[in-house]
């Protein structure tokens, strides 16, 4: 049975992988509070494909 809480699972992609040549898309998997934060999530993580920290944001 699934749980019916506020907590969700969202992926977060890099927006600028998609822009470069370069080959391969950063992903995360993290988890927010969907009362407390109903936009989309938006954070600075690390892309090893890029080598440097880029902003990642929620994908549906």
Do not use: W
Request: proline content about 3%.
């Amino acid at each position: 049975m699934a749980k019916k809480g506020n907590r969700v699972q969202v992926i977060l992609e890099c927006t600028e992988s998609r822009e470069s040549d370069v080959p391969g898309v950063s992903r995360y998997v993290s988890v927010k509070n969907r009362k407390n934060s109903p936009q989309r999530l938006e954070l600075k993580k690390y892309n090893k494909f890029l080598r440097r920290h880029t902003i990642h944001r929620e994908i549906k």
